[in-house]
């Protein structure tokens, strides 16, 4: 022991500036390791903030989505009922004409009587070329077109509709 303490007494400040540098950086390493749990810690909380507005916008789009769908569906159950109303297409040749349904029977025209010359077929039947069909009438084709332009008409209001609240320019 006598040699330790000779040489702890002779070398005594190079061991007191090792043991003060030692202390220096332990205590800058713990400053070191703070700063950057601090950092780490206002990272993960911006990237949760950035999740949370995220799903914020993805729940406020699937409410404006079913919103807009449910007013869109109202709408068309609303004029396919109108439609549903509607007397048969008046037609004279290649043109038709819907009229407003109303009380007076007077408005419609009277159905002439089938000709003597013309087989005695029904006047608005389709043919059935796929054999398929089963007495198809030009009423329920014009019903039928009537509904699908409605439903085009709806559809492209739809779109337009989703296009302004996702914010881009509808084509």
Not at 46 to 64: G, Y
Not at 90 to 112: K, N, Y
Not at 136 to 143: T, V
């Amino acid at each position: 022991m006598n040699w330790i303490t000779r040489f702890l007494l002779s070398h005594w400040s190079s061991i007191l500036g090792g043991l003060v540098l030692l202390m220096v950086l332990i205590f800058g390493v713990q400053i070191g390791q703070t700063r950057v749990q601090r950092a780490w810690d206002a990272e993960k909380q911006q990237a949760a903030l950035i999740q949370a507005k995220q799903e914020q916008h993805v729940a406020d789009t699937l409410h404006a989505q079913r919103t807009i769908n449910q007013e869109i569906s109202n709408e068309f159950q609303t004029k396919k009922g109108l439609l549903a109303g509607l007397r048969p297409a008046l037609r004279g040749g290649d043109v038709g004409l819907r009229i407003q349904p109303s009380h007076d029977s007077g408005t419609m025209p009277a159905v002439s009587a089938i000709a003597t010359g013309v087989a005695a077929a029904p006047t608005d039947a389709v043919p059935d070329s796929a054999g398929l069909a089963t007495g198809i009438s030009c009423e329920q084709l014009a019903r039928d077109a009537a509904e699908t332009t409605l439903m085009v008409l709806e559809l492209q209001q739809w779109h337009a509709r989703q296009s302004a609240a996702d914010g881009t320019p509808a084509p």
